[in-house]
């Protein structure tokens, strides 16, 4: 398995680009399902996910080709219903066929694990809205079969703003007869990017962004191109790299809007971040204050930033809290954290970190996509060097991360078994 190795102390300067979002990339892939032709997307990340998601279309018999960050995805000749379970078991995000799969051909056969490393993740609230939508589904050791012979328009009230749900029955309820409003929908970019690529190819999707999405449903979609989104957490992990190496960077490629709850957690934390056209930069002079973080769905500041944010509160002066409240185990970076010097107590979805100088290089493990993200900044902060393992992780997620890091002047290294 390869592993990085980080020398730190090294203040960061510099510019770097942002690449595709991974939460945009993944529902559009499956949305290319309920084309009758070739969708072209760019800006498509080079990370393992989009990897995994290919391969789950080409399962599903789509053609897909791959050039550098463009994308063609045919899925016109495609039949079959059955996603891979091996592939399932790889990325849970492959749940996101289901809504297609149904709107285009009636049919679905999924395989949805019931919890991961960050918490359990139900799939309820989406096979509520689908029985509402007429579905017959039936759940067994793993398995979701799902069957219906039209889908219809429904009223459907989320329990919670679950992101993946509301992406799943915007899907479905694209070719649906009739009206679809879903209330309670999760407001994040990620769905307003999947709103705009549905109706490129032909949907009638208004709302996303806002609590309450209306989809009428038409009799077929067509064949779109779109570029994706720029990659709000990607964006915030680099945010987060200048202020706790005391560094001054420029996050280029990025819609600031997006990241309205990073810059003002990082501006509390006294980061001086500015704004120009489509760049971000963020400068620190010195240790940063203690702050509070609630993670919360969008616009409240996002769980995918949780363990980076982290990274930087346990080196600011002062104590800070940090209360997690979208997932229920999402603080596997703490114990790694802890063996390079982080003090901090847990007590339930509650951390108090008690702010360090310095922090001590160490071997450690990278348990998640956005734990190992937090490992590699307190890495670039820490005295000695730092050996992370199990970086498979953070490949799940970032594209080119030793390469990006490095072009700010860090001392980084991919050692690769091989
Ligand atoms: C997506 C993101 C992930 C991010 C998360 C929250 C993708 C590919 N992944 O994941 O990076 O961390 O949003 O912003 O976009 N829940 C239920 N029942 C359901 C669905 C969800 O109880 O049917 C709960 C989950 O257990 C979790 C919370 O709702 O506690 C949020 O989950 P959800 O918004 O669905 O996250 P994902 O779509 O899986």
């Known amino acids: 398995m390869d592993k990085y190795v980080i020398a730190g102390r090294k203040r ?4 770097v680009k942002i690449s595709g979002a991974k939460n945009s990339t993944l529902p559009i892939l499956a949305a290319c399902l309920l084309s009758q032709g070739t969708c072209i ?30 994308m063609e995805v045919d899925a016109g000749g495609m039949k079959r219903t059955e996603a891979s379970d091996a592939l399932a078991r790889k990325m849970r995000a492959s749940n996101l066929v289901l809504g297609p799969l149904l709107g285009r051909f009636g049919s679905a056969r999924i395989y949805a694990p019931g919890g991961c490393n960050i918490g359990d993740r139900p799939m309820d609230q989406h096979i509520k809205g689908l029985k509402l939508m007429g579905v017959e589904i039936v759940e067994k050791g793993g398995f979701i079969d799902a069957r219906v012979k039209k889908l219809r328009g429904a009223d459907i009230h989320l329990d919670m703003p ?28 990620e769905i307003v990017d999947l709103q705009n690529f549905l109706n490129a190819m032909g949907a009638k999707i208004k709302g996303a962004g806002l609590d309450v999405i209306r989809i009428d449903g038409v009799k077929k979609l ?36 997006h990241l309205e709850p990073v810059m003002a957690k990082l ?32 616009p409240g500041f996002p769980t995918d930033m949780q363990p980076q944010m982290m990274a930087l509160l346990a080196t600011a002066e002062g104590t800070s809290v940090i209360s997690e409240s979208i997932f229920d185990r999402r603080y596997q970076h703490v114990d790694e954290l802890r063996r390079m010097g982080v003090k901090v107590k847990l007590e339930g979805n509650v951390a108090v970190i ?28 820490a005295e000695d060097a730092t050996i992370i393992e199990n970086i498979s992780h953070i490949d799940r997620g970032y594209e080119n991360l030793d390469l990006k890091f490095r072009g700010l002047g860090a001392r980084i290294t991919r050692i690769s078994k091989a």
């Open 354 to 381: 008690h702010g360090v100088e310095v922090l001590d290089g160490a071997f450690v493990e990278a348990t998640d996509l956005r734990a190992g993200a937090a490992l590699v900044l307190a890495g670039l902060m």
């Open 267 to 298: 501006r509390e934390a006294g980061a001086m971040v500015s704004v120009d056209g489509d760049r971000i930069r963020v400068k620190a002079e010195g240790r940063l204050n203690a702050v509070d973080v609630r993670t919360l769905p969008y």
């Open 41 to 70: 997307l760019e800006d498509i990340p080079h990370i393992e996910d989009v990897r995994v998601m290919k391969d789950v279309l080409e399962h599903l018999g789509c053609r897909v080709r791959w050039d550098m960050n463009r």
């Open 162 to 189: 679950s992101v993946g749900a509301t992406e799943n029955l915007m899907m479905a309820a694209a070719l649906a007869d009739g009206t679809t409003l879903l209330r309670n929908a999760a407001r994040e970019p």
């Open 12 to 15: 960061l300067e510099g510019s």
């Open 222 to 257: 067509g064949e779109a191109e779109h570029t994706v989104i720029p990659d709000r957490i990607e964006a915030g992990t680099y945010m987060v790299a200048a202020a706790i190496t005391h560094g001054d960077v420029e996050i280029c490629n990025v819609i600031p809007e």
